[in-house]
């Protein structure tokens, strides 16, 4: 059973039991967040379907910042070299259930 939903501008394949890292979103009661902009549900082997009414229930693991990028501009003899450096803040959540149509599947 897996999911796939829609948060921060990005597409996540999801699980029961996953630990996803997904862009920062502030966290409801609990540590609770829930995803209703699900794009498509597989409940068997080669079955996916686009539900009428699904959504996904996570809980927030912890916040962090990610990797450092290099971003490098250079301009070939003209002496200019320009170096910045990027971290992009994420949130880490457990995927708790996939609801799907009034049914239920956790890990």
Known sequence: M????RTGGKQYRVAP???VKIEKTAAGENGAIEF???LAVSGDAGQVAKPSSAKVVATVLGEGRGDKVL???????????????HRQAFTQVRINEIQVD???YTA
């Open 71 to 85: 971003v490098f501009h250079y301009k070939r003899k003209k002496q200019y070299k320009k170096l910045q450096g």
């Open 17 to 19: 039991g996953d630990v």
């Open 102 to 104: 009034g049914n239920t």
């Open 36 to 38: 209703s902009d699900v």
């Open 2 to 5: 897996y999911a796939v939903i």
